[in-house]
């Protein structure tokens, strides 16, 4: 359980820390307050992209779709901070091997919400929203060591 401490809070190589960093770590969240945090953003990202998807088929719905599922991403990659912290986050997203998969999903986040908001054409948004998942899963399992070969061999397999 320490280990896994050590590696959410970035100590993983440095076990010897300075005056600096030592002042530095002990006005951060604990562990357990980090873990609560990333739970409540999640969940909460979870519910704003459900709410979303129930508010479609309100009259002026799509609007509101597209904020709220927009919403819901930007609260799930931001939970993500609560558990590594957001320097920590930041490089891990824009490392080489995920650096395509960020990028695309911080466009499609922006896009969705220019295509409603100042576009206002609505087969654009929902197809920047499709987008904004497939890029948000694509994200994902990036985090997850061989996931994304395993996808490809899949639909590699599945389309041949």
């Given at each position: 359980m320490d280990k896994l401490r050590r590696v959410l809070?970035?100590?993983e190589d440095n076990e010897e820390l300075g005056l600096t960093a030592q002042v530095l770590d002990a006005s951060t969240l604990s562990y357990s307050t980090r873990v609560k945090w990333f739970v409540i953003c999640f969940?909460?990202?979870i519910l704003c992209s459900i709410l979303g998807t129930a508010?479609?088929?309100l009259p002026s719905g799509l609007k509101l779709f597209a904020v709220f599922y927009t919403l819901g991403n930007i609260a799930a990659l931001a939970s993500t901070c609560f558990l590594m912290g957001p320097l920590k986050q930041?490089?891990?997203m824009f490392e080489p091997t995920r650096l395509i998969a960020t990028i695309v999903v911080l466009l499609c986040l922006v896009l969705t919400l220019c295509s409603v908001?100042?576009?206002g054409k609505k087969g654009l948004a929902i197809i920047f929203c499709?987008?904004?998942f497939l890029a948000m899963t694509?994200?994902?399992i990036s985090y997850i060591p061989f996931a994304r070969d395993a996808v490809i061999k899949c639909f590699t397999t599945?389309?041949?």
């Open positions: 809070s970035g100590r969940a909460g990202g508010l479609l088929f930041l490089k891990r908001f100042w576009w499709i987008l904004q694509w994200y994902s599945c389309l041949s």
